[in-house]
């Protein structure tokens, strides 16, 4: 069983930055690939990016790439994820998850999940 804690939402201005960890525990969490998804009010829950446990295998959503960025220290047992250029557009619910071994887009894949933590950018 593996619990995963999320920190570092907060508020920002557009074309600011923010940094977002999430902290795991229980298991082999190295073994885990790890992602972000996100909810916007009264919208469905999205992918936004993962990381295989090796981190050889990185996915990104087309809305973030080039603007958002995942790394993973396994020895810290965190998944970090730099947001840059933000947008109001990226306002929501930032939740962490995670799998077995290998990196998906699909909500479904991962039985494990955080909390969450807000992420609210202002025009």
């Known amino acids: 069983q593996v619990q995963l804690v999320e920190s570092g939402g907060g508020l920002v201005q557009a074309g600011g930055s923010l940094r977002l960890s999430c902290a795991a525990s229980g298991g082999t969490s190295s073994s885990y690939a790890m992602a972000w998804f996100r909810q916007a009010p009264g919208k469905e829950r999205t992918f936004v990016t993962a990381?295989?446990?090796?981190?050889?295998?990185?996915l990104y959503a087309d809305s973030v790439k080039g603007r958002f960025a995942i790394s993973r220290d396994n020895a810290k047992n965190t998944v970090y994820l730099q947001m840059n250029s933000l947008k109001p557009e990226d306002t929501a619910v930032y939740y962490c998850a995670a799998r077995y071994m290998l990196s998906s887009k699909f909500e479904y894949e991962y039985p494990y999940w955080g909390q969450g933590t807000q992420v609210t950018v202002s025009s």
């Open positions: 990381i295989s446990w090796s981190g050889g295998n990185i």
